[in-house]
């Protein structure tokens, strides 16, 4: 068996854990669709026993994910939110605190507010953007800090290294969900935090075609931890979603990149329509905290956030208008797909909450794709022009 030698992250993404298969040669991961193994002896196993703990396709999506951020293997989970779940289990008890950056995903707020909470965990939910709110909010009793940055949905950025002395200084862990970015594009662990979180489905798959997540940590203690508690909740990756997963990180570097270009070209554009009254996204020269992000990202991402002049009943309408972007419930796909957050993935958010964090009921997601961005701007346009009062 050969040893990888490589360090640019486009190898890495094609070729850190995987070895053609030794009994065919074939050139990709086989999919092993298999719930059971044969074992030689009672005691005595080829590294594998019942897919529900382990299996080589999955296996090999692990050894590549922890590669692209120099980690061991990482623990790849069923979704995005089985990943969140199975780490707050395997960190937190009854009776212990988490500090929360307070824009972040609809489902990690469902989790914290209405399960965690009926067994004893609290979570305060402060402003990241100012480091000195998650220091204040620190309790005694706090495990763990959580943080999304970029945040979905406003693109609000907290600064990793800033809060990951803090975290050290506390001795707590700092967890970066980096789902918007990537490895591609940020890479947590080099600017001081200790776990990074991730929804597969997203742009690490990126054809809108599996679920999945998975958490990468330099720590093997709660490596062991994480596998445990998804053995425990029978949460694991299929062999095929991991197969297809495989597939699409081959190519992630490039697609962050393209991502990026589009979504930068397109935020410029939004920004000069004049039924366009707020544009959110990093790489923005009006965007507050694009110092911060020029520090800590190689580029702005693949998601913008904007809002149209009118409120909700504006921007409903050019959802609705739309006809090449797609509406839909997700990000990081090829396609792309606009998502209203209120009514979709921040739905279960209090609205007193979203309010607070600036996700407002006419704030528009979009997930920006590989279609010509000039396709997607005439497609904004002639939406943004059809409702009424609309400017062309």
Not at 103 to 115: A, D, E, H, K, P
Not at 174 to 192: I, M, R, S, W, Y
Request: proline fraction near 6%; glycine fraction near 8%.
């Amino acid at each position: 068996m050969t040893t990888l030698v490589a360090n640019d992250i486009a190898t890495l993404a094609i070729h850190a854990g995987h070895e053609p298969d030794p009994f065919t040669g074939a050139l990709l991961t086989p999919i092993y669709q298999t719930t059971t193994y044969r074992q030689e002896a009672v005691g005595v196993d080829r590294g594998y026993t019942y897919s529900r703990a382990g299996n080589p396709t999955v296996a090999a999506l692990e050894k590549r994910l922890g590669a692209l951020e120099n980690a061991p293997p990482a623990v790849c989970f069923s979704t995005g939110m089985a990943a969140t779940t199975a780490l707050f289990f395997a960190l937190l008890q009854s009776g212990d605190h988490v500090v929360v950056s307070d824009v972040v995903y609809g489902g990690t707020v469902r989790l914290l507010n209405q399960i965690l909470s009926k067994y004893g965990v609290t979570a305060d939910f402060v402003d990241g953007a100012d480091p000195r709110n998650i220091q204040e909010a620190i309790r005694p009793n706090t495990k763990l800090v959580f943080i999304e940055t970029p945040a979905n949905p406003t693109l609000k950025l907290t600064d990793i290294e800033a809060v990951s002395v803090i975290c050290r200084e506390a001795g707590i862990p700092l967890v970066v969900d980096n789902t918007f970015l990537t490895a591609a594009l940020q890479q947590p662990f080099e600017l001081g935090a200790g776990i990074s979180l991730y929804s597969t489905t997203k742009f690490i798959e990126g054809h809108n075609s599996t679920l999945g997540g998975a958490i990468v940590t330099r720590d093997e203690s709660l490596l062991e931890q994480l596998r445990f508690v998804r053995k425990t909740l029978g949460a694991p990756q299929s062999p095929l979603e991991a197969w297809l997963t495989l597939r699409g990180l081959t190519t992630l570097p490039w697609r962050m990149k393209l991502h990026s270009e589009h979504a930068l070209r397109i935020a410029r554009w939004l920004e000069t329509h004049p039924s366009v009254e707020a544009v959110h996204y990093p790489d923005l020269e009006s965007f507050p905290q694009r110092e911060l992000a020029q520090k800590q990202q190689q580029n702005g991402g693949g998601v913008l956030a904007f809002e149209v002049v009118g409120g909700i009943k504006s921007g409903v309408q050019v959802m609705n208008s739309l006809k090449l972007c797609s509406l839909a419930e997700n990000l990081g796909a090829v396609e792309t797909l606009v998502t209203h957050p209120v009514s979709m993935t921040h739905g279960d958010v209090p609205p007193e909450q979203r309010a607070e964090t600036g996700i407002t009921d006419g704030l528009i997601r979009l997930s920006v794709g590989l279609e010509s961005p000039d396709d997607i701007i005439a497609d904004l346009a002639q939406a943004l022009n059809a409702f009424q009062g609309g400017a062309s």
